[in-house]
């Protein structure tokens, strides 16, 4: 197909693309509404040395790791949800935490995804004050100078999770075009055996057309039959 054809094509289909656009991009933003927001509340809490001191800092680093793991206990949960008053089960809100250790800047990241965002900024705050004060109790057991300690940077701020509705809305619209795309090709490929004017007839066959019978109708029984034009070519 020529680059007309295309243009063709588009011009007597396009408001199939533009309908499939309209109906998945409606159907993504009334998607998005109707799911319930979820909200992720996130904070770091550095981790300090009591001495800038190489050997400490790689122990450190690799006890890092351990320290996230006590604070994403069934434990801590439970501390939380009775610091909070929450009526839920430890393992529930485990399944809305996430707390990763990232050794290369020596912090300790807190997530917490809920549906409300306040809450889930008390749930981050609480968690990392409990972070806090296991280290001051793990420290009153060791010399000051090999002790680790545990800071807060900032209080947790909450954003939208999801849904993303504009995403949604995008995604959709762009799903659209490709179904509508698919459609309107298919229906080029099942009618590309059929010549709808005296133009493509000449530009298919390389003939000339000599003139065109119109439609005739004729009564038959109780209505009126319609008989299609024919046209002539000079072979005939």
Request: glycine content about 6%; aromatic content about 6%.
């Given at each position: 197909?020529?680059?007309?054809?295309?243009?063709?094509v588009?011009?007597?289909?396009?408001?199939?693309?533009?309908?499939?656009?309209?109906?998945?991009?409606?159907?993504?933003?009334?998607?998005?509404?109707?799911?319930?927001?979820?909200?992720?509340?996130?904070?770091?809490?550095?981790?300090?040395?009591?001495?800038?001191?190489?050997?400490?800092?790689?122990?450190?680093?690799?006890?890092?790791?351990?320290?996230?793991?006590?604070?994403?206990?069934?434990?801590?949960?439970?501390?939380?949800?009775?610091?909070?008053?929450?009526?839920?089960?430890?393992?529930?809100?485990?399944?809305?935490?996430?707390?990763?250790?990232?050794?290369?800047?020596?912090?300790?990241?807190?997530?917490?995804?809920?549906?409300?965002?306040?809450?889930?900024?008390?749930?981050?705050?609480?968690?990392?004050?409990?972070?806090?004060?296991?280290?001051?109790?793990?420290?009153?057991?060791?010399?000051?100078?090999?002790?680790?300690?545990?800071?807060?940077?900032?209080?947790?701020?909450?954003?939208?999770?999801?849904?993303?509705?504009?995403?949604?809305?995008?995604?959709?619209?762009?799903?659209?075009?490709?179904?509508?795309?698919?459609?309107?090709?298919?229906?080029?490929?099942?009618?590309?055996?059929?010549?709808?004017?005296?133009?493509?007839?000449?530009?298919?066959?390389?003939?000339?057309?000599?003139?065109?019978?119109?439609?005739?109708?004729?009564?038959?029984?109780?209505?009126w039959?319609h008989?299609?034009?024919?046209?002539?070519?000079?072979?005939?």
């Amino acid at each position: 197909m020529k680059i007309r054809d295309y243009i063709d094509v588009l011009r007597r289909r396009g408001w199939i693309i533009i309908l499939a656009v309209v109906i998945t991009a409606l159907s993504a933003f009334v998607f998005s509404k109707l799911r319930t927001p979820v909200y992720r509340a996130s904070m770091e809490v550095s981790i300090q040395l009591a001495r800038p001191d190489l050997g400490l800092t790689q122990s450190a680093k690799q006890l890092l790791s351990s320290y996230a793991n006590v604070m994403w206990s069934e434990k801590q949960a439970d501390s939380v949800i009775r610091t909070l008053g929450l009526y839920m089960d430890p393992r529930d809100l485990k399944g809305d935490v996430k707390i990763v250790a990232d050794d290369s800047i020596m912090v300790i990241k807190i997530d917490v995804d809920n549906s409300d965002g306040e809450l889930a900024n008390q749930i981050a705050n609480t968690w990392a004050q409990l972070l806090v004060q296991w280290r001051d109790e793990q420290n009153a057991r060791q010399d000051k100078q090999d002790r680790v300690f545990a800071e807060i940077i900032d209080l947790a701020s909450y954003s939208l999770l999801r849904p993303k509705t504009s995403i949604n809305v995008a995604a959709g619209g762009i799903l659209g075009v490709v179904l509508g795309t698919l459609v309107v090709f298919a229906m080029e490929w099942l009618e590309a055996g059929i010549i709808h004017d005296p133009a493509a007839l000449e530009a298919e066959t390389g003939l000339t057309i000599m003139g065109m019978i119109p439609p005739v109708q004729q009564k038959s029984g109780g209505g009126w039959t319609h008989h299609s034009s024919h046209m002539r070519t000079p072979k005939e």
